[in-house]
């Protein structure tokens, strides 16, 4: 965040042009190293460690070399070593802008202390911007009285470097009573707290676009219902790594369906964090048990059927069941299950759809969300059982909660699989049911 802040500013001053400083971030991006690549070089871990890694970053949202450590396949001291291997990220930007515009390293630092002043900065706060240090930078934007604004926000913005873009800054938060957008997506989590967690945008829609795409990997060219889909499921990835943490220390909270609105206006008691996400706008949206009204009329989004025609029998492979209320999602496992060789006979975005496709199709194996519209994913795996008690369902789903695991194991299920997908978990863990 801290290049397109002080980028910002020096395009303000008139000492940089808006299309250098996308060069240098498009520039700096090809030289940033994993940690997980040093650590293979260097003989710390194997390629299977590092994946393994990887996956619980994903389902926990914790730093490489914190799960390393715990792991015990790095020490502190072995991790300072990756660290210092790795690269400045600041002194890349400092070095990309001598070579890009000819100034000196002490003309960067003369426009470093004014931007510091300008902006109110502390040495220390200044330092945290200056590393990227997301839990140290969200205190500086965001002020809140209610819990969990920060963690929520701070989630959000991490899950855009993993899966959007780290091209993004943010402005102070605002506390707010109403607002007119034009798109939204928004997901409720209730129990001992009463949470909304959305993603706004007010006029321009090319950064809600944006974060459609990139977590579908897609290439819409408009907002569509398969937009607010993806822009769902991201949300729902978030919520679900809040649910899991709260739910961890002993706090009662479930996760009902995303919705998307259009055209409409929220309203109530929240917070909104503008982030310039690529140079366009969007908002984060947070309201903590306070009123929140998201909007009136919900977009159906979930529907849609990804395939028109199915035969039970036009496969060799075993037969499968998808459930999912996300489209994307749908397409998604349809993709993996296919490409390993298995039938999808039939899909479903609800539990009631599910129950009904299960007694049609009879299928071999199940997908199966939790948070659906309807008849959520526990009940539905319920009745399945009741009907076939040797049915094989595999429960997929954002809400990593504890008692949601032990509640679908004990109920019957023979996996659960927390999002975001990963192929070759899916694929593995079918086959070794079936």
Known sequence: ???QLFGKYLI????LSPTILKQIIDKQKTVRVKLGTIAIAEGYMTEEQVTEINEIQKREDKRFGDVAIEMGLLTDEKLKTLLSKQGDAYMQFVELLTEMTGLSNRDIEEFLKAYKKDAGFSDAEMEALKSDDMDALMPLFIFSKKPYVIDIAGL???NFVRFISSDFYIEKVKHLKELPYSHLSVQELAGDHSVFIGIAAEEDSEAFLKIGNSFAHDEKTDVVVDTYDSVSEFINVTGGIFASELSKNGTDIDMEPPLSFKDQKAAGDFYV??????????????SVDSEFTAGDTPVNTGAVIAHNVYAANAGDGAKALVVDDSRMSRVMLCNILEKAGLNVVAEAANGIDAVQAYKEHK????TMDITMPQMDGLEALAKILEFDPAAKVVMLSAA???DKLIKALKTGAKRFISKPFNEDE???NIKEIL
């Open 426 to 428: 899916i694929i593995n």
């Open 400 to 402: 990593g909660q504890q």
């Open 12 to 15: 303000e001053n008139k000492i």
């Open 363 to 366: 299928p071999d194996i199940v």
């Open 1 to 3: 965040m801290f290049v």
């Open 156 to 158: 959000i913005l991490r």
């Open 273 to 286: 964090v503008p982030v310039y996400l690529e140079g366009k706008k969007v908002d984060i949206v947070i």
